[in-house]
Protein backbone atom coordinates (compact mmCIF):
# COMPACT_ATOMS: atom_id res chain seq x y z
CA UNK A 1 0.00 0.00 0.00
CA UNK A 2 1.19 3.43 -1.01
CA UNK A 3 -0.52 6.70 1.02
CA UNK A 4 0.15 9.57 -1.13
CA UNK A 5 -1.17 13.35 0.34
CA UNK A 6 -0.78 16.39 -1.93
CA UNK A 7 -0.16 19.85 -0.71
CA UNK A 8 0.67 23.23 -2.51
CA UNK A 9 -2.64 24.14 -3.76
CA UNK A 10 -4.40 27.91 -3.87
CA UNK A 11 -5.86 30.97 -5.41
CA UNK A 12 -3.01 32.52 -7.26
CA UNK A 13 -3.46 35.25 -10.17
CA UNK A 14 -3.08 34.28 -13.83
CA UNK A 15 0.58 34.42 -14.98
CA UNK A 16 1.16 33.34 -11.26
CA UNK A 17 3.17 30.24 -10.29
CA UNK A 18 2.40 27.17 -7.89
CA UNK A 19 4.37 24.28 -6.70
CA UNK A 20 2.40 21.07 -5.67
CA UNK A 21 3.89 18.55 -3.61
CA UNK A 22 3.10 14.94 -3.34
CA UNK A 23 4.69 12.70 -0.27
CA UNK A 24 4.77 8.87 -0.86
CA UNK A 25 3.82 6.97 2.81
CA UNK A 26 6.79 5.18 1.41
CA UNK A 27 9.90 4.71 -1.24
CA UNK A 28 8.19 4.90 -4.39
CA UNK A 29 9.95 7.11 -6.76
CA UNK A 30 12.80 4.25 -7.72
CA UNK A 31 10.13 1.61 -8.68
CA UNK A 32 6.51 3.54 -9.89
CA UNK A 33 5.55 5.80 -12.23
CA UNK A 34 4.36 9.03 -10.38
CA UNK A 35 2.14 11.28 -11.86
CA UNK A 36 0.10 14.35 -11.87
CA UNK A 37 -3.90 14.82 -13.37
CA UNK A 38 -6.07 17.60 -12.39
CA UNK A 39 -10.14 17.18 -12.56
CA UNK A 40 -12.17 20.35 -13.11
CA UNK A 41 -15.84 21.10 -12.35
CA UNK A 42 -18.21 19.31 -14.58
CA UNK A 43 -14.79 17.64 -16.74
CA UNK A 44 -13.32 14.16 -16.94
CA UNK A 45 -10.12 13.85 -14.85
CA UNK A 46 -7.11 14.29 -16.94
CA UNK A 47 -3.56 13.88 -17.63
CA UNK A 48 -1.18 16.67 -16.90
CA UNK A 49 2.30 15.16 -16.41
CA UNK A 50 4.10 11.96 -14.92
CA UNK A 51 7.57 10.64 -14.25
CA UNK A 52 9.01 7.45 -14.39
CA UNK A 53 10.79 5.62 -12.05
CA UNK A 54 14.04 5.93 -14.53
CA UNK A 55 13.34 9.44 -14.86
CA UNK A 56 11.32 9.80 -18.82
CA UNK A 57 8.87 13.14 -18.08
CA UNK A 58 6.21 13.23 -19.59
CA UNK A 59 3.62 16.26 -19.98
CA UNK A 60 -0.03 16.89 -21.65
CA UNK A 61 0.35 19.52 -24.63
CA UNK A 62 -1.20 22.61 -22.47
CA UNK A 63 2.00 21.66 -19.78
CA UNK A 64 4.55 21.44 -21.90
CA UNK A 65 6.77 25.00 -21.15
CA UNK A 66 4.98 25.42 -18.17
CA UNK A 67 4.87 23.19 -16.21
CA UNK A 68 7.71 20.72 -14.31
CA UNK A 69 7.80 17.81 -12.67
CA UNK A 70 10.62 17.30 -10.22
CA UNK A 71 11.46 14.62 -7.65
CA UNK A 72 13.13 14.18 -4.68
CA UNK A 73 13.74 10.06 -3.22
CA UNK A 74 15.33 11.19 -0.25
CA UNK A 75 11.98 12.81 0.45
CA UNK A 76 9.59 10.13 -1.41
CA UNK A 77 8.32 13.36 -2.67
CA UNK A 78 7.32 14.31 -6.19
CA UNK A 79 6.45 18.03 -6.97
CA UNK A 80 4.59 19.81 -9.87
CA UNK A 81 6.15 23.01 -10.74
CA UNK A 82 3.80 25.30 -12.18
CA UNK A 83 4.42 28.66 -13.99
CA UNK A 84 2.38 31.04 -16.22
CA UNK A 85 -0.63 30.00 -14.74
CA UNK A 86 -3.94 30.23 -16.79
CA UNK A 87 -7.55 30.52 -15.58
CA UNK A 88 -8.18 27.02 -17.48
CA UNK A 89 -5.69 25.44 -15.37
CA UNK A 90 -8.22 25.74 -12.33
CA UNK A 91 -9.04 21.94 -11.16
CA UNK A 92 -8.25 19.84 -8.53
CA UNK A 93 -4.75 18.41 -8.88
CA UNK A 94 -4.23 14.57 -8.12
CA UNK A 95 -1.28 12.71 -7.10
CA UNK A 96 -1.25 8.75 -8.30
CA UNK A 97 1.10 6.28 -8.48
CA UNK A 98 1.16 2.57 -9.70
CA UNK A 99 4.02 0.19 -10.74
CA UNK A 100 3.45 -0.25 -14.42
CA UNK A 101 0.08 2.28 -15.27
CA UNK A 102 -0.05 0.85 -18.82
CA UNK A 103 -0.30 4.07 -20.73
CA UNK A 104 0.71 6.80 -18.64
CA UNK A 105 -1.61 8.74 -19.41
CA UNK A 106 -4.85 7.02 -18.44
CA UNK A 107 -5.77 7.50 -15.26
CA UNK A 108 -7.49 3.75 -14.74
CA UNK A 109 -3.88 2.43 -14.42
CA UNK A 110 -2.62 4.56 -11.40
CA UNK A 111 -4.16 2.13 -8.50
CA UNK A 112 -2.75 5.01 -5.77
CA UNK A 113 -4.19 8.46 -5.28
CA UNK A 114 -3.57 11.40 -3.04
CA UNK A 115 -6.59 13.14 -1.96
CA UNK A 116 -6.16 15.88 -4.25
CA UNK A 117 -5.35 19.56 -4.11
CA UNK A 118 -7.55 22.67 -5.05
CA UNK A 119 -5.83 25.18 -7.50
CA UNK A 120 -7.79 28.15 -8.71
CA UNK A 121 -6.54 30.94 -11.07
CA UNK A 122 -7.86 33.96 -11.35
CA UNK A 123 -8.09 35.95 -14.17
Known amino acids: QVQLVESGGGLVQAGGSLTLSCVASRRTLDSYTMAWFRQAPGKEREFVSSRTWIGTTYYTESAKGRFTILSDNAKNTVYLQMNGLKPEDTAVYYC?????????????????WGQGTQVTVSS
Open 96 to 112: AADRKPGRYENPIGYHY
